[in-house]
């Protein structure tokens, strides 16, 4: 088995690879801290959780039942979420490459930080940057704006299939001019 790894070993697919993951990392970095913290909630709900007779439940294992059951749920949300931005990173690459940097093709990309992040990422790599956070910039984006503008406009959408399919179900883009 060792004889048949050694001789299928390719660097390029390694370097391939190497640089997706940095890229993914990139894109969904505020996601990917935000899943750390709820395994931080896991851990920490974990210890202090009393195993105790369902009869005699207190206020206390109520509380740290939920804090184990948001630190399950969170970093499962979060990557989903990552997940979706990559591939929206690898969408606008593509178009940015074969149209050139236009501010109209990047409007799509802006109703969240975790968007605004993938639009970045993807103008970094193509040297477009500044072009994309001078127009952040001027349309009222600061660091500041995490929340979607979908959800600061009508806090009840979380409650519509539309939202959560958007950012949790993204469909995989297999990139086309690129390897990375």
Same mark, same amino acid.
């Given at each position: 088995?060792?004889?048949?790894? @050694? ?24 996601? &990917? ?10 851990? @920490? ?5 009393? @195993? ?75 040297? &477009? ?45 297999? @990139? ?5």
């Amino acid at each position: 088995m060792l004889k048949t790894y @050694l001789t299928d070993y390719n660097p390029s697919k390694t370097l391939v690879f190497y640089n997706q993951f940095i890229r993914f990392i990139k894109v969904g970095r505020s996601l &990917h801290f935000i899943a750390l913290i709820g395994i931080g909630l896991f851990y @920490l709900g974990l210890s202090n959780f009393e @195993l105790i007779p369902i009869s005699s439940f207190e206020f206390l294992n109520y509380f740290w039942g939920f804090i184990i059951y948001s630190g399950v749920t969170i970093p499962i949300f979060a990557e989903l979420d990552a997940f979706g931005r990559y591939q929206d990173y690898k969408v606008i690459k593509d178009v940015i490459y074969n149209n050139g940097y236009d501010n109209r093709l990047i409007n799509i990309f802006m109703s969240s930080k975790c968007q605004r992040d993938s639009v970045l990422v993807a103008a970094d790599d193509l040297e &477009h940057r500044e072009k994309a956070e001078d127009y952040f910039y001027k349309n009222g984006y600061r660091w500041y704006h995490l929340l979607p503008d979908r959800f600061v406009k009508n806090p009840l959408v979380i409650f519509r299939k539309e939202f959560w399919y958007r950012i949790l179900f993204t469909k995989k883009y297999q @990139l086309k001019n690129f390897y990375w």
